[in-house]
């Protein structure tokens, strides 16, 4: 990908020194200078208003250097310095400007690292900026929202021109026009959809409120050329109309960076409390002044930093989309019968293995029901003996009472107390024998329902049992068609996918002629991505293949079986984000290996 530094070789010196300068300038030291100053002019006020009333005595109100003041005069020690040592200078204070927002950067960063390292900076300044764009993408996102920032300031500055102001204006954009080349005011021309491109016509859109809408618009539709031609007319207008002497790049960074540091936060910077808030402070104006920084580059560039559509080897041109459509649509129908087909032989499978764990279930219950049952009969036959013991327990008993009343009615025995008291122990055991005969006959009924309860469960299961059996030999003579039907369907997946696998194969090593594709980065590239998303991982691939320190895209090094590999991460269109792991390499000339292509959420393997 271009770096910032290929932009910035495009500007005069002129711009640089203007650059540097608002680097330089733009801090909350003097910011907080500039509102101390301030404080202490109007303190001074005051003080003379009641010296007044008392002896005529005036104080010397302090001078108040602007930070615009500053900046030109940081700019004008600058007008001597050679190119050569204003670009070493910017190279410098753009690694401390990092560093002092959290950057890790040496001295000899190469221009690819500084460069990366700017962008994912400035791109804190957005939060809608997906962290897991690759570094050309968030500068293409930095360059967008600048520039929504100050066409809308733009607009809003033109909106309140008076008549004469506003034919002033459109006169300045029709010289403009006028220096146009004839393809560019055509290329603008239809941009904008208008018939005729003038003065007035361009400077009405540029006042309405769709007007910054409708310049940034051109970016998408009609590419940078159009675009830059926009740029030039804008900064006339800047200049010339809204009397901005400053370079409109770092007027816009002024006026919103001003905006902060002059309200609260400055206060507190004045005051010299809120460290916290002033750090963040510090951060927020280093993001705004290096997404100025991206901003400029990209506009002086020329052109996108991400790679052109035309540039991606699966770039099809307009005469060959149809049949390229046609083709795809073929393909996702092969890819969605054998998914479909896929499906409903898992979700047999599922079935089957579920009525597999059903019957296995229903026969351990069995199996335990069988066994309880068992346990239940011991348990009724053990019963039985006791009762029977009972039973002969109660005859014998009942014998030796009748046996005794007998004996006692024969003696005539004299001690009656005694008799009786013998006669009531028998009675006595035989009340306590039939109690527990009582209870054995419960047990024993008690347990013989439960037998025939098991009985019952049993038959129940059994019947589940066959019937789930006549089920399973259904779904099995269906998994074996269906199976059967898969591997037909999956052979034609295959070999549309090796197909595709070499085409892509065959596409890539031609484009990217300084990689190595291991074959799994081929087929994860194939297998786990829409044809849609395979313009992203181009995209990304483009952006590392043009880079010359392959390095500086790297998010980390990886882990495990990994370890050797760096990691870049990308995003597909839906916003889910993706990584490209590769190995900087020294084989002739190739200098990468790409080793995997994945979404976050792949585990490795699978």
Same mark, same amino acid.
């Given at each position: 990908?271009?770096?910032?530094?290929?932009?910035?070789?495009?500007?005069?010196?002129?711009?640089?020194?203007?650059?540097?300068?608002?680097?330089?300038?733009?801090?909350?030291?003097?910011?907080?200078?500039?509102?101390? =100053?301030?404080?202490?002019?109007?303190?001074?006020?005051?003080?003379?208003?009641?010296?007044?009333?008392?002896?005529?005595?005036?104080?010397?109100?302090?001078?108040?250097?602007?930070?615009?003041?500053?900046?030109?005069?940081?700019?004008?020690?600058?007008?001597?310095?050679?190119?050569?040592?204003?670009?070493?200078?910017?190279?410098?204070?753009?690694?401390?400007?990092?560093?002092?927002?959290?950057?890790?950067?040496?001295?000899?960063?190469?221009?690819?690292?500084?460069?990366?390292?700017?962008?994912?900076?400035?791109?804190?300044?957005?939060? +809608?900026?997906?962290?897991?764009?690759?570094?050309?993408?968030?500068?293409?996102?930095?360059?967008? *929202?600048?520039?929504?920032?100050?066409?809308? *300031?733009?607009?809003?500055?033109?909106?309140?021109?008076?008549?004469?102001?506003?034919?002033?204006?459109?006169?300045?954009?029709?010289?403009?026009?006028?220096?146009?080349?004839?393809?560019?005011?055509?290329?603008?021309?239809?941009?904008?959809?208008?018939? !005729?491109?003038?003065?007035?016509?361009?400077?009405?859109?540029?006042?309405?409120?769709?007007?910054?809408?409708?310049?940034?618009?051109?970016?998408?539709?009609?590419?940078?050329?159009?675009?830059?031609?926009?740029?030039?007319?804008?900064?006339?207008?800047?200049?010339?109309?809204?009397?901005?002497?400053?370079?409109?790049?770092?007027?816009?960074?002024?006026?919103?960076?001003?905006?902060?540091?002059?309200?609260?936060?400055?206060?507190?910077?004045?005051?010299?409390?809120?460290?916290?808030?002033?750090?963040?402070?510090?951060?927020?104006?280093?993001?705004?002044?290096?997404?100025?920084?991206?901003?400029?580059?990209?506009? #002086?560039?020329?052109?996108?930093?991400?790679?052109?559509?035309?540039?991606?080897?699966?770039?099809?041109?307009?005469?060959?989309?149809?049949?390229?459509?046609?083709?795809?649509?073929?393909? =996702?129908?092969?890819?969605?019968?054998?998914?479909?087909?896929?499906? /409903?032989?898992?979700?047999?499978?599922?079935?089957?293995?579920?009525?597999?764990?059903?019957?296995?279930?229903?026969? +351990?219950?069995? =199996? +335990?029901?069988?066994? *309880?049952?068992?346990?239940?009969?011991?348990?009724?036959?053990?019963?039985?003996? !006791?009762?029977?013991?009972?039973?002969?327990?109660?005859?014998?008993?009942?014998?030796?009472?009748?046996?005794?009343?007998?004996?006692?009615?024969?003696?005539?025995?004299?001690?009656?107390?005694?008799?009786?008291?013998?006669?009531?122990?028998?009675?006595?055991?035989?009340?306590?024998?039939?109690?527990?005969?009582?209870?054995?006959?419960?047990?024993?009924?008690?347990?013989? +329902? #439960?037998?025939?309860?098991?009985?019952?469960?049993?038959?129940?299961?059994?019947?589940?049992?066959?019937?789930?059996?006549?089920?399973?030999?259904?779904?099995?003579?269906?998994?074996?068609?269906?199976?059967?039907?898969?591997?037909?369907?999956?052979?034609?997946?295959? /070999?549309?996918?090796?197909?595709?696998?070499?085409?892509?194969?065959?596409?890539?090593?031609?484009?990217?002629?300084?990689?190595?594709?291991?074959?799994?980065?081929?087929?994860?590239?194939?297998?786990?991505?829409?044809?849609?998303?395979?313009?992203?991982?181009?995209?990304?691939?483009?952006?590392?293949?043009?880079?010359?320190?392959?390095?500086?895209?790297?998010?980390?090094?990886?882990?495990?079986?990994?370890?050797?590999?760096?990691?870049?991460?990308?995003?597909?269109?839906?916003?889910?984000?993706?990584?490209?792991?590769?190995?900087?390499?020294?084989?002739?000339?190739?200098?990468? *290996?790409?080793?995997?292509?994945?979404?976050?959420?792949?585990?490795?393997?699978?």
């Amino acid at each position: 990908m271009p770096n910032i530094f290929d932009g910035f070789n495009k500007l005069e010196d002129e711009d640089i020194r203007y650059q540097i300068a608002t680097l330089e300038t733009m801090t909350v030291a003097n910011a907080s200078k500039e509102m101390g =100053q301030k404080a202490k002019r109007t303190a001074v006020k005051i003080v003379n208003v009641f010296a007044g009333f008392i002896n005529n005595k005036q104080f010397d109100e302090p001078e108040v250097i602007t930070i615009q003041e500053m900046l030109q005069t940081n700019k004008t020690k600058l007008d001597d310095v050679s190119r050569e040592d204003l670009d070493k200078k910017l190279r410098k204070i753009l690694i401390e400007k990092c560093n002092s927002a959290g950057a890790m950067l040496t001295n000899q960063a190469t221009d690819d690292e500084i460069s990366v390292t700017v962008i994912h900076t400035a791109a804190k300044a957005y939060k +809608d900026i997906n962290d897991k764009f690759t570094p050309a993408q968030k500068a293409d996102s930095i360059q967008y *929202r600048y520039a929504e920032k100050f066409l809308s *300031r733009m607009q809003k500055e033109m909106s309140k021109q008076t008549t004469t102001e506003k034919n002033k204006t459109d006169q300045v954009i029709q010289e403009k026009i006028d220096d146009l080349t004839e393809k560019q005011r055509e290329e603008l021309k239809e941009a904008l959809k208008v018939q !005729e491109l003038t003065g007035q016509t361009l400077g009405n859109i540029l006042r309405s409120a769709a007007g910054p809408a409708t310049v940034l618009a051109i970016v998408e539709i009609s590419g940078f050329g159009a675009y830059i031609a926009l740029t030039t007319i804008v900064h006339a207008i800047f200049t010339t109309v809204l009397g901005i002497t400053l370079p409109f790049a770092a007027y816009t960074t002024l006026t919103s960076t001003l905006a902060f540091l002059t309200g609260p936060i400055g206060w507190i910077a004045v005051i010299g409390v809120g460290a916290f808030q002033l750090n963040r402070g510090k951060n927020k104006l280093i993001y705004e002044i290096l997404a100025q920084m991206v901003w400029l580059s990209v506009n #002086i560039y020329g052109k996108k930093f991400t790679p052109a559509d035309e540039e991606l080897p699966s770039w099809i041109p307009d005469y060959e989309r149809d049949a390229a459509k046609k083709e795809e649509e073929r393909y =996702q129908s092969i890819m969605s019968e054998n998914k479909e087909i896929r499906d /409903k032989y898992n979700l047999l499978k599922k079935q089957i293995n579920n009525n597999e764990a059903k019957r296995k279930s229903y026969n +351990d219950m069995i =199996q +335990d029901f069988k066994r *309880r049952m068992n346990e239940s009969e011991y348990r009724v036959n053990n019963l039985e003996l !006791e009762k029977a013991d009972l039973e002969k327990n109660i005859l014998i008993i009942n014998e030796e009472l009748k046996l005794y009343t007998e004996k006692v009615n024969e003696l005539n025995d004299s001690n009656q107390e005694e008799s009786n008291a013998q006669i009531l122990s028998f009675n006595s055991k035989l009340e306590s024998l039939n109690l527990e005969l009582v209870k054995r006959n419960k047990e024993i009924l008690g347990s013989i +329902d #439960i037998m025939n309860q098991f009985a019952s469960d049993i038959k129940i299961k059994e019947n589940e049992i066959e019937k789930l059996q006549s089920d399973l030999f259904a779904k099995e003579i269906q998994i074996e068609a269906l199976k059967e039907e898969l591997d037909k369907s999956t052979s034609k997946v295959e /070999k549309e996918i090796e197909g595709r696998k070499k085409e892509i194969e065959q596409r890539w090593t031609m484009c990217y002629e300084k990689f190595i594709f291991e074959k799994s980065a081929i087929a994860d590239a194939v297998k786990d991505f829409e044809r849609a998303d395979l313009g992203r991982i181009e995209g990304a691939l483009m952006e590392l293949h043009q880079t010359t320190d392959k390095r500086s895209l790297s998010r980390g090094k990886m882990n495990g079986e990994f370890a050797h590999c760096d990691h870049m991460d990308f995003s597909i269109r839906s916003g889910f984000p993706c990584r490209i792991l590769y190995e900087v390499i020294a084989d002739g000339k190739k200098e990468v *290996r790409i080793v995997k292509i994945y979404k976050h959420n792949n585990k490795f393997g699978s």
